[in-house]
């Protein structure tokens, strides 16, 4: 099984890095082979609108660290995606890199909605959301990330860490665990 861990936070070691990380050490324990990605460590441009990627080709035409990241999207069976929420959506790290995922949308996208992904169908996205809030004040992001996955042709399971502080020593060993049993759930 290959897994593409998406690390959208600007902290390596920040509160969502760190319930990806259980995810992945579990995964790979049970042997899944991993490919990380830090994105603030990366150099690559957001989307530019500029439909190439429907128009000139069926990939993004921007060829940046990002490319490698869009590449694997294609092979891997399952995606983490993690990201702090920071002001109401996504880090910006995250929302950069997400925007280009536009490019594994096909140009029929419009015509035939149900089939608009260039990804093969059974794909899962492990979204990991970690904020500040107690409640449900961040429902939206959670949702708005899912209806663009499961466009995306992905089974969504999500880990919403709430109630945290966002410092680098922030017990999350609730929300961890929670990651590796579903780690262990996915990799047999």
Same mark, same amino acid.
């Given at each position: ?18 319930? /990806?990380?259980?995810? /992945? ?20 441009? *957001? ?25 694997? !999207? ?20 995250? %929302? ?9 949308? *096909? ?13 093969? /169908? *059974? %794909? ?26 499961? !466009? ?8 919403? /860490?709430?109630?945290?502080?966002? !410092? ?8 961890? !665990? ?11």
């Amino acid at each position: 099984m290959e897994i593409l861990n998406i690390l959208g936070s600007p902290r390596k070691n920040g509160t969502s890095a760190r319930i /990806a990380k259980a995810f /992945a050490e579990t995964a790979e324990r049970r042997g899944a082979d991993i490919y990380s990605y830090y994105l603030n460590g990366l150099q690559y441009r *957001g989307c530019q609108g500029c439909e190439g990627c429907h128009t000139r080709s069926d990939k993004c035409i921007l060829r940046d660290d990002a490319t490698e990241i869009l590449d694997k !999207m294609y092979t891997a069976d399952v995606v983490v995606f993690s990201t702090p929420i920071y002001f109401g959506d996504a880090s910006g790290q995250f %929302k950069l890199f997400y925007d280009r995922m536009w490019s594994l949308i *096909g140009p029929e996208y419009k015509k035939d909605p149900e089939n608009a992904s260039r990804l093969e /169908a *059974g %794909k899962i996205a492990v979204l990991i959301l970690a904020q500040v809030a107690r409640s449900s004040e961040h429902e939206d992001v959670l949702d708005r990330y899912t209806m663009y996955l499961e !466009m995306y042709g992905f089974k969504v399971l999500p880990i919403v /860490a709430k109630g945290l502080d966002m !410092m680098p020593n922030t017990d999350i060993s609730t929300f961890a !665990m929670e990651a590796e049993q579903l780690a262990r759930e996915l990799v047999i």
